[in-house]
C-alpha cells in the first residue's frame, strides 16, 4: 500500500510538472507570435523586446531566434543580428509554424565560383537569413556566414534574385524569413 501511494504521488507530481512545463512552452509560443506579428508590423523596437523575452523562456524556439535576428537587421544591430540568427542553427523548433499555404521558391538562382575562390580552392558555407515579402519581393539577405574572395557577395546576389510565392496564412500572404545556404566545394 505505501508502495502504490509513493507510485502514486510520483506520478502526480511527474503530471503536474508537465503540465507546469506545456503551460510555459504555450505562454512562450503566444509572446513569440505577438513579436513575429510586431516585425510584420514593422515596429521592431518592440518586437525585440517581446522576443527577448520569449527566448529566455524557450531558448530552443527557432522562429523566435529567427524574427530576433531579422528585427536587429532592421535596426541595423548586425553584431546583434548575427547572434540570433546563428541561435537557429544550432536549435530545432518541431513546432515550425504551419501556413496555410507554405513559401514556395520557385526560381533559386546559381552561384558561381569567382576566379578568385577557383584558384584559393576556397570551400565552405555561405549562410543567408533572408526575408521573403508578403508582396512576392525578396527583402533584406543578411550574410550571418561568411566566405571569402567574393563567395558572400555572389550568393548575395543569387538570394536577391530567388523568385518565390509567399506563404499564406489566415488567407493573407505573410512576411517569412528563412535561411538559405550556399554551399562551394572542389
Do not use: H
Not at 74 to 92: G, H, I, M, P, S
Not at 142 to 150: K, N, R, S, T
Not at 169 to 183: A, D, F, H, R
Amino acid at each position: 500500500m505505501a508502495g502504490e501511494f509513493k507510485n502514486m504521488k510520483l506520478l502526480l507530481t511527474l503530471s503536474l510538472l508537465f503540465a507546469v512545463s506545456l503551460t510555459i512552452f504555450a505562454q512562450a509560443k503566444n509572446e513569440r507570435d505577438k513579436g513575429i506579428e510586431f516585425y510584420r508590423q514593422g515596429e521592431y523596437e518592440k518586437a525585440i523586446e517581446i522576443l527577448q523575452e520569449s527566448v529566455k523562456a524557450e531558448n530552443k524556439d527557432r522562429l523566435a531566434w529567427m524574427y530576433l535576428g531579422a528585427s536587429f537587421v532592421k535596426l541595423k544591430r548586425e553584431d546583434d543580428a548575427v547572434k540570433a540568427f546563428l541561435k537557429t542553427n544550432t536549435v530545432y523548433d518541431k513546432n515550425f509554424p504551419v501556413y496555410d499555404k507554405k513559401l514556395k521558391i520557385t526560381k533559386k538562382a546559381r552561384v558561381n565560383y569567382s576566379n578568385r575562390a577557383a584558384s584559393n580552392l576556397t570551400s565552405g558555407v555561405v549562410k543567408l537569413a533572408v526575408e521573403f515579402g508578403a508582396d512576392g519581393k525578396i527583402g533584406f539577405v543578411f550574410p550571418f556566414q561568411a566566405l571569402p574572395d567574393g563567395l558572400t557577395e555572389s550568393s548575395v546576389k543569387a538570394a536577391k534574385a530567388i523568385k518565390f510565392e509567399p506563404a499564406i496564412q489566415n488567407g493573407k500572404p505573410v512576411t517569412v524569413v528563412l535561411n538559405i545556404e550556399y554551399s562551394f566545394s572542389f
